[in-house]
């Protein structure tokens, strides 16, 4: 069982270079999110999509852009990288609805080092 | 802005104590949700908490959930080492598990 597969797991950057992550999810899940992870702080959310073809900012977005043209995928992009965004980057991905099984489903995180 | 504060921030037990970690939230919320994430590693769903009220235990875990208090808890039985984790809720104001606003994580440090 895949569930949510996040491609690269490390990445090392210098300011200024440009890069995507990738998202996969086997689920079905027609709702999916970006994260990020830094030190002493919980999950911030970047961007999310609720479905193919759209997407919507979260708290974080500055800095990054997101596409989601499968709904099994979804790209967080980075045009031009800061230090600001040394990160861990988490995917996730959840049904629609309000579900009591409805959980977002977590992939295993991108460790990003811009330098 | 919803807030959502866990404390302790850190917490390093021994082995067989009892502990409890707390979830405080800012907005009203019917849904909250708890993970667990190993060093390194992704975040684990550990309990889905649906109404004022409601309590879930699995193992030595137990988490309520009071809404008209803004407070949930995660309770620690008899720690043994495998507990060891960050500990975060998450709240969802939407009840739609999208958007959710987690806390800061509680890190925890079973000794022996």
């Known amino acids: 069982n895949a569930g949510v597969t996040q491609t690269p797991k490390f990445r090392v950057l210098k300011t200024g270079q440009s890069m995507t992550l990738l998202c996969a999810q086997d689920m079905n899940h027609e709702y999916m999110y970006w994260y990020r992870q830094d030190p002493g702080m919980g999950l911030r959310l970047i961007h999310y999509s609720v479905g193919e073809g759209t997407t919507a900012k979260g708290e974080v977005p500055d800095g990054y852009n997101v596409s989601r043209l499968k709904k099994q995928n979804f790209l967080l992009g980075l045009e031009s990288a800061a230090p600001s965004q040394t990160s861990v980057y988490f995917c996730?991905?959840?049904?629609?609805?309000?579900?009591?099984?409805?959980?977002?489903?977590f992939g295993a995180g991108t460790r990003l080092s811009v330098l | 802005e919803l807030k959502v504060e866990q404390n302790p921030l850190f917490l390093s037990m021994q082995e067989g104590k009892n502990y409890t970690i707390y979830c405080n939230y800012s907005t009203t919320s019917d849904r909250l949700y708890w993970y667990r994430q190993d060093p390194g590693k992704s975040l684990e769903s550990l309990f889905v908490?649906?109404?004022?009220?409601a309590v879930k235990q699995e193992g030595r875990l137990m988490a309520s959930l009071d809404t008209k208090a803004r407070l949930s808890t995660l309770h620690i039985t008899a720690a043994v080492h495998d507990l060891s984790a960050t500990y975060f809720c998450a709240v969802d104001p939407t009840g739609t598990a999208s958007k959710l606003t987690f806390g800061t994580g509680t890190r925890l440090q079973v000794t022996l």
């Open positions: 908490l649906l109404s004022n009220g």
């Open positions: 996730a991905s959840s049904y629609r609805g309000a579900s009591a099984k409805n959980i977002q489903y």
